[in-house]
Every structure is written in C-alpha cells, then in structure tokens.
C-alpha cells in the first residue's frame, strides 16, 4: 500500500505562486507514475500534470507555461511548483500514484483570490 500526504496548499492572491508537496509513505514510489489533479467545486476532477519514473513530464493545457511538476525520489516526494496564478485554478489538488491511478491522498485546497 502506498499512502500519500499533500501539503502546501492555502490563499493566495491572483499572480502570486505555491509550491505542493505529495510525501508518499508505504513503499517507495521512485517507479511510479506520479500525478497531480484537481476538483473545483461543481466540476469534475481533472488531471494538471504527470510525471513518469523517468522523470517525462506532461501538463494540462491550462497549466501549461505556470506549473512545474518534479519528483526527489530520494525523499519519496513529488511537487507541484505553481506560478502565475489565476482565480479559476481554485480547487482541491490531489496526487496520486500508480496506474488508474492507484493511490490518492486526501487533496489540499488551493484558493486564488481576484
């Protein structure tokens, strides 16, 4: 089993930034496709970013340019560094690990204010 525990989250003002952290516990995850989503209210969960146990990377159009995911397998952990950022990316983010994916964790909210 892995467990995952986000961190980071909170208020920020439009343009200002955040970084999450997701500390995975269990079993190692450096293997592990890792991912970071998110739920605004009213709207279904979408995926924001990937990262491969290679390190490949993808990203959600609207996030594109703004976020940066990155892993320290060293530290079991992967991170969401979040710049730029705007009113619609209020949402609860969760990461993730695995296939499907497999494993979530408890999600963090994100608010930007205007």
């Known amino acids: 089993q892995v467990q995952l525990v986000e961190s980071g989250g909170g208020l920020v003002q439009a343009g200002g930034s955040l970084r999450l952290s997701c500390a995975a516990s269990?079993?190692?995850?450096?293997?592990?496709?890792m991912g970071w989503y998110r739920q605004a209210p009213g709207k279904q969960r979408e995926l924001v970013a990937t990262i491969t146990g290679g390190k490949s990377t993808n990203y959600a159009d609207s996030v594109k340019g703004r976020f940066t995911i990155s892993r320290d397998n060293a530290k079991n952990t992967v991170y969401l560094q979040m710049n730029s950022l705007k009113p619609e990316d209020t949402a609860v983010y969760y990461c993730?690990?695995?296939?499907?994916?497999?494993?979530w964790g408890q999600g963090t909210q994100v608010t930007v204010s205007s």
């Open positions: 269990g079993r190692t995850v450096s293997s592990y496709a």
């Open positions: 993730a690990a695995g296939l499907a994916p497999a494993y």
